[in-house]
């Protein structure tokens, strides 16, 4: 009868699932398509910065992120197409600079987000925009040909952030 107790009592508690702890930043494994980099600095009190860059093009956005079973929404302070500057006044490098968020307002579940992540140990795998689907693999470069002496140099391979 102890034994069953005992063995109770871990099952419970081993099934409790806590609150995950995302502190630190993620990166890209690998730039899709060649280029393009995301990175994510998250903050203990919710709140995260976002780096997008590759191939003249940098964004950094800031807004508050929200965890729900596996899945992270990260919603920005600003809406689609307000730009977010850094000074009290929006100047021309600021304009130019793309520092604006070009993602539509979505809802899931009674949380608004423009962003969605599922969670995986210490990865981060993205949803689609379009379709809302987890993205399985995207386009990468490589330094390997597809055949020995010609071929092309682009694979399809998982891509997600990793805590670096």
């Not at 093009?57 to 079973?69: A, I, K, P, R």
């Not at 000074?87 to 423009?114: F, P, Q």
């Not at 490589?142 to 952030?161: E, M, S």
């Amino acid at each position: 009868m102890k034994n069953f107790s005992l063995i109770l009592a871990l099952l419970l508690f081993l099934s409790c699932n806590p609150q995950k702890k995302l502190q630190g930043t993620y990166k890209s494994n690998k730039a899709e398509f060649g280029f393009f980099v995301t990175k994510i600095d998250f903050k203990n009190n919710n709140e995260f910065n976002y780096v997008f860059s590759g191939d003249l093009q940098h964004q950094e956005l800031s807004g508050h992120y929200t965890v729900s079973g596996h899945n992270l929404y990260l919603k920005f302070n600003k809406n689609k197409e307000e730009v977010e500057s850094v000074h009290d006044s929006l100047t021309i490098a600021d304009m130019l600079s793309g520092n604006y968020n070009n993602y539509d307002l979505k809802n899931e579940n009674g949380i608004n987000y423009h962003l969605k992540y599922k969670i995986k140990g210490n990865k981060l795998f993205v949803y689609d925009i379009k379709s809302g689907q987890l993205k399985r693999k995207s386009k990468v470069y490589t330094n390997q040909r597809k055949y020995v002496f010609w071929g092309t140099r682009w694979k399809y391979q998982t891509v997600y952030l990793k805590k670096i």
